[in-house]
T-cell receptor, first 113, second 117 residues
Framework: GENVEQHPSTLSVQEGDSAVIKCTYS??????FPWYKQELGKRPQLIID?????GEKKDQRIAVTLNKTAKHFSLHITETQPEDSAVYFC????????????FGQGTELSVKP | DTGVSQNPRHKITKRGQNVTFRCDPI?????LYWYRQTLGQGPEFLTY????????KSRLLSDRFSAERPKGSFSTLEIQRTEQGDSAMYLC???????????????FGPGTRLTVL
């Protein structure tokens, strides 16, 4: 089955710096890659997603890139702010096989003012 | 609140007892997922429904776990003979899958935190 590896497990940056989180997946049939942000004690919330027919997607300070050949995808956050501090999860799924999400282990991002 | 809701939010039980959790998805969503999340880990897929049909169950899931979605709306997850290892956050998510379209975003509920003593 699908396996998703996520690195790093913790990331500390200064406010205004960029943050990059990387994930690799094992199943080449995976075609949907969402990123979720989970604040302490809260539910996971989708921040951006990308499908396999696209190589990059941006939404204001957040971007995701996908390399299907290498089977890895990355989250880029620019101009980080203290409110970006949270745990970020990548996930992969195969849309025509039910859409279940296989999550990475998470990255705890800390943005220091 | 039109989001996904879950009840109870917290459940403390003794080992060996049965527990049942409820999830109410976003009303027009036809897909409903159950995940389990332990501290420091990402959510782990348990099972999912399309309308009232349970279409997939994780091979790692014990037979003590059962889920239903009898009318294609709310769902229940029951754990029989609870064990300490069942202690976790149980998350429900829902999405809308339209025929011929890609899978929609999964919206998560706040979760039910289970503690087995």
């Amino acid at each position: 089955g699908e396996n998703v590896e996520q690195h790093p497990s913790t990331l500390s940056v200064q406010e205004g710096d960029s943050a990059v989180i990387k994930c690799t997946y094992s199943d080449s049939a995976s075609n949907y890659f969402p990123w979720y942000k989970q604040e302490l004690g809260k539910r996971p919330q989708l921040i951006i997603d990308i499908r396999s027919n696209v190589g990059e997607k941006k939404d204001q300070r957040i971007a995701v890139t996908l390399n299907k050949t290498a089977k890895h995808f990355s989250l880029h956050i620019t101009e980080t702010q203290p409110e970006d501090s949270a745990v970020y999860f990548c996930a992969a799924s195969i849309n025509n096989q039910g859409g279940k999400l296989i999550f990475g282990q998470g990255t705890e991002l800390s943005v220091k003012p | 609140d039109t989001g996904v809701s879950q009840n109870p939010r917290h459940k403390i039980t003794k080992r060996g007892q049965n527990v049942t959790f409820r999830c109410d998805p976003i009303s027009e969503h036809n897909r409903l997922y159950w995940y389990r999340q332990t501290l420091g880990q990402g959510p782990e897929f348990l099972t999912y429904f399309q309308n009232e049909a349970q279409l997939e169950k994780s091979r790692l899931l014990s037979d003590r776990f059962s889920a239903e979605r009898p009318k294609g709306s709310f769902s229940t997850l029951e754990i029989q003979r609870t064990e300490q290892g069942d202690s976790a956050m149980y998350l429900c998510a829902s999405s809308l899958r339209r025929t011929g379209k890609s899978e929609g975003e999964q919206f998560f509920g706040p979760g039910t935190r289970l503690t087995v003593l």
